[in-house]
């Protein structure tokens, strides 16, 4: 069964860099494209970033320019670097398979807060 486990949220001031981790199992990792969405409070998740499995990127434009996703098929894991962080990037972020999510694989996601 696919799991995924994100990490590296956490606090940081407008302007600011994170970056966001997230490791698969259960999955032959490196045939499906990855995708992190986010969810704000009271709004719909939504995809951020996505990468196929020949490494092309797409962006929502809200990030455009200022988040990067990677991935290691070595090992199994995505990454999001996001710079210049803004309040309205404040949500939980979330990874997991694009362009066709996993419903049932959702995992905890981690917690972005940008603020001063």
């Known amino acids: 069964q696919v799991q995924f486990v994100e990490s590296g949220g956490g606090l940081v001031q407008p302007g600011g860099s994170l970056r966001l981790s997230c490791a698969a199992s259960?999955?032959?990792?490196?045939?499906?494209?990855m995708g992190w969405y986010r969810q704000a409070p009271g709004k719909q998740r939504e995809l951020v970033a996505g990468?196929?499995?020949?490494?092309?990127?797409i962006y929502t434009d809200s990030v455009k320019g200022r988040f990067t996703i990677s991935r290691d098929n070595a090992k199994n894991t995505v990454y999001l670097q996001m710079n210049s962080l803004k309040p309205e990037d404040t949500a939980v972020y979330y990874c997991?398979?694009?362009?066709?999510?996993?419903?049932?694989?959702w995992g905890q996601g981690t917690q972005v807060t940008v603020s001063s």
């Open positions: 259960g999955t032959i990792f490196s045939i499906y494209g």
């Open positions: 990468i196929t499995s020949t490494r092309t990127t």
């Open positions: 997991n398979r694009y362009p066709s999510f996993s419903p049932g694989a």
